[in-house]
Nanobody, 127 residues
Framework: QVQLVESGGGLVQAGDSLRLSCVASGQTVATHPMGWFRQAPGKERELVAACSQTGLTTYYAESVKGRFTISRDNAKNTLYLQMNSLKPEDTAVYYC????????????????????WGQGTRVTVSS
């Protein structure tokens, strides 16, 4: 079965950077839509960044545009989220997600439409 394992979270100060990784098994990140979501205590899970099936189309939440970058290393079957200029409001558990199928040029923004999820990695940003 498909398994996604996130890593790279931690405790950092405002302005610092982190790079989250998601290693996939049972699927290839090169041919499936992938995304990063986050959920803060008491809040709904929200999409942070995502890419289409081919990776040519990306989406970023307004709150992270210019600071976060989603990318993937096909050879390592790994999805990344580079997070720069971190802010306290970025504090959350970050989840890697994948869709079984996708269409070119389209990025899925709804969490309910992602079938596979990792268990999350915690990111805490102090002020």
């Amino acid at each position: 079965q498909v398994q996604l394992v996130e890593s790279g979270g931690g405790l950092v100060q405002a302005g610092d950077s982190l790079r989250l990784s998601c290693v996939a098994s049972g699927q290839t990140v090169a041919t499936h839509p992938m995304g990063w979501f986050r959920q803060a205590p008491g809040k709904e899970r929200e999409l942070v960044a995502a890419c289409s099936q081919t990776g040519l189309t990306t989406y970023y939440a307004e709150s992270v545009k210019g600071r976060f970058t989603i990318s993937r290393d096909n050879a390592k079957n790994t999805l990344y989220l580079q997070m720069n200029s971190l802010k306290p409001e970025d504090t959350a558990v970050y989840y890697c997600a994948a869709r079984e199928t996708g269409v070119s040029g389209f990025v899925e923004r709804r969490a309910d439409n992602y079938q596979y999820w990792g268990q999350g990695t915690r990111v805490t940003v102090s002020s």
